[in-house]
């Protein structure tokens, strides 16, 4: 099943689509309260790490880092090619595309409002090389293991974190989830572990997943209408039988957390986790902790910050002293790292 840009939203994706303007304001408000109450000790513990881009390369790892690009570059024209070949058109707001990751503003899979500027721009294949070359600075290398949290809302940025890796030799164990924000992979055929599942069968990259979840609120997809929530599941079903991996379905926020991290222990097979990539925003790298809204995107070192209940998956890396990569706010990352503030721009 495949849903055109060019159709218009439901009645059902009207009434969520006014749910989300409230949810956004509830948050606008929760981040400025949490500015001013949160100790000062807290945001000192969010420093970002040093660029390690701004060193010389060595030939080693600057050729490592045009593999990584060069692979998100093909894995882009694979699919935007499929999506062709499907009859998938692009929104016209959102075109040309050519990276193929850009999905629609609203279909019965999307949670949350999310930037086109940000898609567009996580879709540029730089974040391949840059990814490649501060993740090496983190330590990440042949033989260690990256824990991965990917929501669909920023399939280009998944792409080239698995790109990163692979380009790396270091194992990447993701939870993929099939829910996404608008712009995101929200197409159905085309959300994340879908792409991914294409991906690995054409041999263009390395599987990632582990697991896959439908996302959304508590893990579950509890914020889609009833005929969102049962078409999520029947993806994440689809998808983990394809890819022979694990489906979730948690009974609970909490327990997803607690399965997660269980999981990333087992898959990591005795390798340490030297670093925690969470990219989007799914509840279970977030958590319910007001303390996670003062995070920047950006390397989180492995220091606690948040010991509170409802702290997520971020949070708990750091206090098992494990490094987290969070790539959320692409704009400002962008700004700060030095990747053009542009997707892709030729095929």
């Known amino acids: 099943m495949t849903i055109n840009s060019g159709s218009r939203p439901t009645t059902g994706g009207r009434r969520a689509a006014r749910r989300w303007l409230v949810a956004a304001g509830v948050a606008v408000g929760v981040v400025a309260l949490t500015r001013s109450v949160l100790p000062a000790p807290v945001s000192s513990l969010l420093a970002i790490r040093p660029a390690p881009s701004t060193l010389r390369l060595s030939a080693d790892l600057e050729a490592r880092a045009s593999v990584a690009e060069e692979l998100v570059r093909q894995a882009q024209d694979f699919v935007r090619e499929m999506k062709t070949a499907e009859g998938m058109v692009t929104d016209p707001l959102a075109s040309p595309d050519p990276s193929g990751l850009i999905g629609d503003e609203l279909t019965p899979l999307v949670t949350t409002l999310g930037s086109l500027e940000a898609k567009q721009i996580s879709t540029n294949p730089a974040w391949a090389r840059e990814l490649t070359v501060r993740m090496a600075g983190a330590g990440v290398r042949h033989g260690t293991a990256v824990a991965g949290g990917f929501s669909g809302s920023f399939p280009a940025l998944n792409l080239a974190v698995m790109a990163a890796c692979q380009a790396l030799d270091a194992s990447l164990v993701a939870i993929s989830s099939v829910t996404a924000s608008t712009w995101g992979a929200n197409q159905p055929g085309f959300t994340w572990p879908e792409v991914e599942t294409r991906l690995v069968r054409a041999n263009l990259i390395r599987q990632a997943s582990a697991a896959v979840s439908t996302g959304g ?59 925690y990539v969470n990219v989007g925003g799914t509840e279970p790298s977030l ?40 790539l959320l706010n692409v704009r400002d990352l962008a700004l700060r790292w030095g990747v053009p503030l542009q997707g892709r721009t030729r095929r």
């Open 217 to 275: 609120a508590d893990d579950r997809a509890r914020d889609l209408d009833p005929e969102g929530r049962a078409m999520a599941e029947r993806i994440r079903d689809a998808a983990a039988s394809a890819l022979r991996v694990t489906a979730l379905r948690p009974a609970s926020l909490e327990a997803s957390i607690a399965e997660r991290l269980e999981l990333y222990r087992r898959e990591a097979r005795g390798r340490p986790i030297v670093l």
């Open 287 to 326: 958590g319910t902790s007001a303390v996670v809204l003062r995070l920047r995107s950006g390397f989180l070192p492995g220091v606690p910050f948040d010991l509170s209940p409802g702290r997520g998956l971020i949070a708990r890396f750091t206090e098992k002293g494990v490094p987290v990569l969070t």
